[in-house]
């Protein structure tokens, strides 16, 4: 499918949603936020995706700005790792209120929520916010230490 081209007054909602639309995108770019980096091959084993759509994904984000591919030649093969720009930094505070949110509105209307959403954000930005929906679905990270208990 060919990419949107921006040359006439575009609204801000249908860009931001051009940048960061897509199934994979955002978690794409919370992988890099949380390790620095990511690696190709590396990332395809962890998430459940395709590589051609995993491929398409990360092309878009390099496009967009958010995403750069740098290429370290002096080892064979070369090794290739994916970065966050500067502009992919800023998105990011962004996009953890959006998670914060949607864990909220999921919870308030009985959405079923994958475990996986709060295994891999652990870290106390979104503990602090979602601890006791946390606690109600099972995940409960460093229980002992936080003084949480599991909600029967």
């Given at each position: 499918m060919a990419r949107t081209v921006f040359e006439d007054a575009t609204n801000p909602y249908h860009y931001a949603?051009?940048?960061?639309g897509g199934k994979w995108k955002m978690t794409i770019l919370h992988e890099i936020e949380t390790y620095g980096k990511i690696h190709?091959?590396?990332?395809?084993?962890?998430?459940?995706?395709s590589e051609?759509?995993?491929?398409?994904?990360?092309?878009?984000?390099?496009?967009?700005?958010?995403?750069?591919?740098?290429v370290d030649s002096s080892v064979y093969p070369p090794a290739v790792?994916?970065?966050?720009?500067?502009?992919g930094e800023e998105l990011i505070p962004v996009l953890d209120i959006l998670y914060i949110w949607s864990i909220r509105q999921m919870d308030a209307k009985n959405v079923p929520i994958d475990a996986d959403a709060f295994v891999v954000h652990k870290s106390e930005k979104y503990?602090?916010?979602?601890?006791?929906?946390?606690?109600?679905?099972?995940f409960i990270p460093d229980a002992e230490?936080?003084?949480i208990a599991r909600k029967k």
């Open positions: 949603l051009h940048c960061i190709f091959n590396q990332t395809l084993k962890v998430l459940p995706i051609k759509v995993f491929s398409q994904q990360l092309k878009e984000l390099i496009e967009d700005g958010l995403v750069q591919r740098n790792e994916y970065v966050l720009t500067q502009a503990v602090n916010e979602l601890n006791e929906i946390m606690a109600d679905n099972g230490r936080r003084g």
